[in-house]
């Protein structure tokens, strides 16, 4: 039976996709680390979102701890922490390929955690592009796709994992906003997907086109793909506007029959927009309430 557990993500009060995945007898944690904005509205982050980060943290390594295999999608800090690398420790290690469509940044990011991994993790394995049969589940990994729009941030892998059902987790797509990042989850035809929404909350001129294309294609995505689940979250729950930015994606999950949600609705509890509160979290003190649709 396959199990998919979002352990820390924007709708949660942080940044990350860090997921948890049970099938068989197969324990897969993907991008465990987790992050928090460095500056939103002017403010550092409030003490609320680093007590939430610290929280967050803990359930994701005692999820790694118990874990037969770790996925490293990209090498953005709020999906793997160099400061943390302990925690791969005797694990098998899927990794996008540290030299090969890769931007500057996440091309030094790579070669520093990969001099560390060498002598911690049991086994690491280049998944671009590649499927590994596991016994109990089946892993194929995407062709590196950009990361958003243009690959001015980089390149990640997008992730299949196949047991009786099957799980996609598209990781930094930004969207998806380009046909080349929508076609590997057209072909793996997911009963559950998790996906990284359109960036929202940062003005810019091209967002408009950017989440019309975003928009268009999980429609595409919920028509075509036979999902039965789609999460939409992280880039895109950094706004609190969040639901109405994708309404045409809820309109098309209500006519089909898709459950159309974030992580924390998933896991049936109510969104916490930390980063996208922030300034209230200051001026008020914080506390929870309820964010979406």
Not at 258 to 284: D, G, I
Request: proline share 5%; with cysteine.
């Amino acid at each position: 039976m396959l199990k998919v557990t979002p352990l820390a993500f924007e709708s949660l009060g942080v940044r990350s996709m860090a997921t948890h995945v049970e099938v068989g007898d197969l324990s897969i944690v993907i991008d465990p680390a987790v992050a928090l904005g460095p500056n939103r509205f002017g403010f550092s982050p409030h003490p609320i979102e680093e007590k939430m980060k610290a929280e967050l943290w803990r359930q994701i390594k005692e999820k790694v701890a118990e874990a037969d295999i770790l996925i490293v999608t990209h090498y953005h800090y709020d999906h793997v922490e160099p400061k943390e690398l302990r925690i791969y420790s005797g694990k098998k290690v899927f990794l996008k390929h540290p030299k090969r469509l890769i931007n500057r940044s996440q091309k030094e990011r790579a070669a520093s955690i990969l001099a560390q991994l060498r002598g911690v993790a049991d086994e690491i394995k280049y998944a671009d592009g590649r499927s590994f049969d596991l016994g109990a589940a089946n892993i194929s990994f995407s062709k590196p796709v950009p990361h958003g729009m243009t690959a001015a941030r980089g390149y990640v892998i997008e992730v299949s994992i196949m047991g009786d059902q099957s799980f996609l987790f598209t990781s930094d797509v930004q969207g998806p906003v380009l046909d080349e990042q929508v076609e590997f989850i057209l072909r793996e035809k997911p009963d559950l997907a998790f996906v990284d929404g359109p960036t929202t909350y940062i003005d810019s001129p091209y967002r408009p086109i950017e989440l019309r294309e975003a928009n268009e294609n999980l429609v595409k995505i919920i028509r075509e793909a036979g999902i039965r689940r789609l999460v939409v979250d992280h880039h895109l729950t950094r706004d609190l506007d969040y639901s109405e930015r994708i309404g045409p994606v809820y309109e098309a999950g209500d006519e089909l029959g898709v459950v159309v949600e974030c992580a924390a609705e998933y896991l049936k509890v109510a969104p916490n927009l930390l980063e996208a509160r922030r300034r209230e979290l200051y001026q008020t003190g914080g506390g929870d309430r309820d964010v979406g649709r």
